[in-house]
């Protein structure tokens, strides 16, 4: 047998990659593919990353991110958003509450992907130009946090509360926040806020 007759030998990397490429993408041999594809699939741009695309606080966003990202991890990580905390991180305090096209969400307990092409408004959002936004005022103005580390949160729920309810009864007010835990149990205050906020909004 002479030497262009001999089968060509294959090395177990590329037996592998030719395998996983016929799992995923149908039976494609190595040799099928040209050297440009073979190229990107060796060394992609951002191994196991995948683009996001979304509005956050009006501005249109990009990123390259795990698809394991939530959305608070995003928020604070990729965009330096850190005004949105992250307390229990299981979707139980309410403490990562943002507002996902107008709703209040536990961003601690979505995936940033799932936010994809909607529009997220966090505390940093909330302020007009250098002002502090109505309900930001009013949790000032009636003492409506002590420790503060609820507080985002449970103005980004006030928020989405005011939106479906302009004018809240005390009660709606107590179901709207009901998300939202305090360690410190400023609640009387918190609820206070909430209606005083209201009034100027
Ligand atoms: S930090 Fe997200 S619900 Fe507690
Ligand atoms: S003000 Fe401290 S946890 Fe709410």
Known sequence: MNEDSKPKSISRR????????GVIG???????????????QESPPHPGKELLT???????????IEPRTTLAELLRDHLELTGTKIVCNHGECGGCT???????VYSCHMLALDA???????????LIGEELHPIQQAFIDHDGLQCGFCTPGQIMAAKALLLKHPKPSP?????????????????????????AAAENV
């Open 14 to 21: 590329r037996f592998l990659q030719g395998v996983g490429t």
């Open 26 to 40: 149908g039976a494609v041999l190595p040799g099928a593919l040209s050297g440009e594809k073979k190229k990107k």
């Open 54 to 64: 979304l509005n956050v606080n009006g501005k249109h966003v990009r990123a390259m």
């Open 98 to 104: 943002v507002l996902l096209d107008g709703k209040a």
């Open 116 to 126: 994809a092409g909607k529009n997220v408004v966090t505390i940093e959002g909330l």
């Open 171 to 195: 009660r709606q007010v107590k179901e709207g926040m009901s998300g939202n835990l305090c360690r410190c149990a400023a609640y009387p205050n918190i609820i206070k806020s909430v209606m």
